[in-house]
């Protein structure tokens, strides 16, 4: 490097000139808080993606394999051939309905239950890992089998017939009828009065039958059977009493198993968010009630169905760490939450869970490709949340571009600080080239300057943005959770980012230090001299 590095040192450190060692400071500091601030905004973003993705994928699966139909009895054979793609290592069959849980007096709606295979689910989702009481074995209870289909649900009260048949021929609205001259269906009011005219009749008959019925004797009074009452049957103090106050049915009519504990023990497990669980002051052993809101006509079994409600037993409560997950999502086992609906062994979809989560979309184009009979599609993780991710993602990018800003600002100030040099060094630059020193030695000697300062300032702002961000994982900045579905503010120091912010901060550096060292390169010594 030679006499140029040293003569950069040296303008750096000029004791003649006090202002330019300020100036040369405030450039330092000014590339510092810059790679400061920059590095702190890009940890928290990208923990902000991390935390999502890691609570996303804590409690729902990689890919899935939906059908266009509510009828998926077949899972098993898809589960079967989706267990041998590459890349696959679990599979679970799932169901999933909006319902309304109540607990006591307290009730919460649009709460999701999924009913998952039991067995099968630890190999898809980390939901044991986030079970912080009770425990998940208690979620199938013993002898569960799937519902079977029934071929007329219970309760259904099936639809009249027609009462009032057409005539053959009439053709309604798709073929000609015959119409009188106010344009009036003819056959139509034909029928309608034949049918009157029958209802006339059976009127008539009815009130000749009555008439018979004044003029017949009356029949001699029948005996009383031995032992019949005799007299008033008024009860002492007459018909007055009072209705109770709980409007609940007696236990022999229709008894109550959330109050007997040994029939509570045998109902079927349920695991509850912890959010959810404190809206309900519902805790371990707790017997809640799950309520169907899918009440009205049935078109495919042409019936009106009431809501169904089944109790569960509290088994476990876990903590996603995402409060819409531990606020409105609830699991139970896969065959209680198909009873909910008499559709029989029927399930909403196939999860899967993959070795690696980055090659979850090429898995699921190759399953896709697998089931092509046009009656699947298969979605990954982050088709399934890809207006969160991608809203992150722009959020990164855009708060980085920015701040990035705030590095170009210091830019400034450190083409401002060799400006300020090259000005007052002009009768020093001017001896130099005289003595012989070239241009691209002049240019070298400004260009290690503002490539030191950058140096300096980088090395100074990476410093300072690690301290700032382990004080941030330490401290836990809270947050609102229902604002933010996340409780505290989420960090990730990644050495990739702080290296992306150095070379930029270096590369944004020497680019800002060209015009000035061009500036003193291009001097003559004439002009160097005659300045003075």
């Not at 980085?400 to 630059?429: N, P």
Request: aromatic fraction near 6%; proline fraction near 7%.
């Amino acid at each position: 490097m030679g006499y140029p590095l040293e003569l950069a040192l040296r303008y750096l450190s000029s004791k003649k000139r006090a202002f330019i060692s300020v100036g040369t400071a405030f450039a330092v500091l000014g590339v510092a808080l810059g790679v400061a601030a920059l590095a702190t905004v890009m940890s928290v973003t990208g923990g902000f993606q991390s935390q999502f993705r890691e609570k996303v994928l804590g409690v729902n699966a990689h890919v899935l394999v939906l059908k266009y139909s509510t009828d998926f009895r077949e899972y098993r054979d898809v589960m079967a051939r989706v267990r041998d793609v590459p890349g696959v290592i679990g599979t679970d069959p799932f169901v999933i309905n909006p319902m309304m849980i109540s607990h006591g007096t307290r009730t919460a709606t649009g709460v999701l239950l999924k009913g998952v295979d039991p067995d099968l689910m630890p190999t898809v989702l980390d939901l044991p890992r986030h079970v912080r009481e009770g425990s998940l074995a208690g979620l199938r209870r013993a002898g569960g089998a799937p519902p079977v289909r029934p071929s007329a649900p219970p309760g259904v009260r099936p639809l009249p017939e027609p009462t009032l048949d057409l005539p053959a021929g009439d053709g309604g609205v798709l073929g000609e009828v015959e119409r009188d001259d106010a344009g009036r269906n003819v056959p139509l009011l034909r029928a309608i009065a034949a049918a009157m005219a029958d209802a006339d009749r059976r009127d008539d008959a009815g009130v000749a039958a009555a008439r018979a019925d004044d003029v017949a004797p009356t029949p001699p009074p029948r005996a009383l059977p031995a032992g019949s009452p005799v007299g008033s049957v008024v009860p002492d103090g007459g018909y007055a009493s009072a209705l109770p106050d709980d409007d609940a049915l007696p236990d022999d009519v229709a008894p109550d198993p959330c109050r007997d504990a040994a029939t509570t023990a045998k109902l079927p497990g349920l695991a509850v968010g912890t959010t959810l669980a404190k809206n309900l002051d519902a805790k371990v052993g707790d017997c809640v009630e799950i309520t169907s809101p899918t009440i009205g006509f049935a078109f495919s079994q042409g019936s009106v169905r009431p809501p169904v409600a089944k109790q569960f037993r509290v088994v476990a409560v876990f903590e996603a760490g995402f409060d819409q997950y531990d606020s409105k999502l609830v699991y139970s086992d896969l065959h209680e939450a198909q009873s909910f609906y008499d559709q029989g062994d029927t399930v909403t979809g196939v999860e899967m869970k993959v070795a690696d989560i980055d090659d979850a979309r090429a898995i699921s184009h190759r399953i896709e490709k697998l089931l092509a009979n046009g009656l699947y599609h298969t979605m990954d993780w982050e088709e399934l949340n890809h207006g969160l991710f991608t809203a992150l993602l722009i959020q990164k990018v855009g708060m980085s571009i920015v701040l990035g800003l705030i590095i170009l600002v210091a830019a400034f100030t450190v083409v401002a600080t060799l400006i300020m040099v090259v000005l007052d060094k002009k009768k020093e630059i001017a001896v130099l080239k005289a003595m012989g020193a070239t241009d691209a030695a002049i240019l070298r000697a400004f260009l290690y300057q503002g490539g030191i300062i950058g140096v300096l300032g980088t090395g100074a702002g990476l410093a300072l943005g690690l301290l700032v961000c382990k004080g941030l994982i330490v401290y836990a900045f809270p947050l609102d959770p229902r604002v933010y579905f996340i409780s505290h503010l989420p960090v990730e120091v990644r050495a990739v980012d702080f290296a992306i912010t150095g070379v930029v901060s270096v590369a944004i550096c020497l680019l800002a230090t060209v015009l000035p060292a061009l500036y003193a390169a291009r001097l003559r010594p004439a002009e160097g001299l005659r300045a003075q």
